[in-house]
């Protein structure tokens, strides 16, 4: 399946998990209704002298007792939705609330520890071949377990949690396997799907809680037959019940998409001994990939391996078993799990320490750090990569080898105080400020001056001395770096996000025009931070149809058409080349806009309402986007910087493009 079909089968699966639920809550409703009925009658028959009421008259027993049904189903849904609204609030933060909850400590962007260093290298470079941006990365000390997990609404706000275990058992092709199974996790949609599941497992064992407190609620009269305690030792049962739908749920939603998670990261990382080891090291190593943690099993589901035992003997577990999971990657596998030996510990250790050493400069990039002029100019021009616009679509949502080579390289590549800047919240700011510097040095230090007034001067300076290096960087390290910078952004304080919010408003149209990919840029960054911020945008679907959405695509393909030519027969000739793609409805006109109809206003509302239509509409703007952009048959580097970064906004992560051996 393409990105796009993966994104619908999770929304598929998402319709799934609202019918599991509702069958849940309907059994739950049916089986309290029955207890209470039953509790209440044996009560109602010891007040009244035995089966004979104050009259004499027989007390009889019926089961449609519409007061207790009623009584019971509100209390149900009270109890279920209630307890979920609260779990799916407390969540809300996205991936770093799920790290917290499991006990996970924010690992420093500066960290010096040759474990941690190891696993940010490897969660920057899938990011970077990913295009998507750097996740929070978080490890979850107390674990000895070797496991893992991704959470998050969004790309925005997404983290990825590792165990001590994790990082100190795995080598590196080991753990990138781990990762990569993560990160398929972020492209395939299921993140959101998790958060989703751990808030409605939340509110069915709530019912548990609610009987615990009944049970030692007393009458203040002590000649009443409180019914009370009864009824709580019945929703203690009962949790039981909701214990087992939740895990049913876990294990019907979960189980398939391991393999895939499985699948998509030996695609990534072409290297099935990666993974095939880590999981090998979970069924030799004593601790496997158990949790300690006392929320372990209501995110079980969303880790990389099993985090509990086996429940009723493995028919409701939530991943395959190891052995099945190996198979499916390595068939060559002889089905043994050696002892674990000391020396491979130490080897593990060893390769570590090369991650904290200073890596040759790679020559696959070319000069991407260095200032070019004349000739050599012309001749890196020539060396840019030449993308085809059928090649465009196919890569949203994908990662390859290359692409994981091709990442490493850069961030290699890039100037040390960039990478630095990028791991410093406010030297991050700066680095984003840098980009969107002038090249006309008088203006340039115009909006440096005004920049010093908006926020300090220092950063004003830090902005100035990232800036020469930031210049020569190519256009295909931008987006990258960008991403690099988003994970230091998410540790802003309010405060200081309100600021640079501001100020990166003020830089984007400071020389009297916006250029489209610096709104572009612009509206990537607020929108990955919005969620830790306030205000997130809505991610639930709104739109099935293309037909409403055509003026906003007419937009966008306009925009796209004005940016690469100022002829009016190639902008019509470009738009006309992508217009077909669209697959819009024959009655709804799709007209080529005038250059000040699709202004940066018009674009960004465009663009919001797109982000909520299903993954088809989408698909096919995307595709028509780069027929527009391509309509000369190719596409040049910074053209498909723009793509890419229409593509974030529309939350279809694009990997750098062109990339090739």
Known sequence: MDFFARQEQARRNTKWLVLYFIVAVVLLIVAIYFISLVIFAGVQAKTHHGNYNYNDVPVEFVLWNPKIFFASTLGVLAVIFLGSAYKTNELSAGGSAVATLMGGRLVSQNTINTNERKLLNVVEEMSIAAGV?????????????????????????AAIGVTRGCIEMLTRDELQGVIGHEFSHILNGDMKLNLRLIGIIFGLLCLATIGRILLYTRSSNSRDKNPLPLLGIALIALGAIGVFFGRLIQAAVSRQREFLADASSVQFTRNPSGLSGALQKIGRFGFGSKLESEHAPDMCHMFFGNGLGDAFFG?????????DRIHAIDPAWDGKFPPLKPEQVETVKRAALGELRPSPMPQILGNIGVALTGAAALEEAARQPVIRTNTVLSSVGTVSTLHLKYAEQLRDALPENLKAAARQPIDATALIYALLLDADEKLRAQQLAEIAQRTTNSISEKTA???PDVAVVANRARLPLVNLALGALRNLTTTEFKQFADTLEWLAGSDGKIQLFEFVLQKIILRHLASKFGNPPPTAVQFYTLKPLVPDC????????????????????AFAAGAPFLRAPVDVPLELLPAKNCGVEELDAALNRIALAVPIIKKNLLEAAARVVGADGVILEAEAELLRAIADT???PMPPLGVSE
């Open 133 to 157: 941006p750097m996740p929070q990365v978080y490890v979850l000390e107390n674990e000895r377990g070797i496991n893992a997990f991704a959470a998050g609404h969004t790309t925005g706000d």
């Open 315 to 323: 028919a409701m577990a939530t991943h395959p078993p190891i052995p």
């Open 465 to 467: 001395a990232l800036y």
């Open 554 to 573: 007419a937009v966008i393909l306009s925009a796209l058409a004005n940016v690469g030519s100022n002829d009016a027969g190639e902008i019509q000739k």
């Open 650 to 652: 529309l939350d279809c």
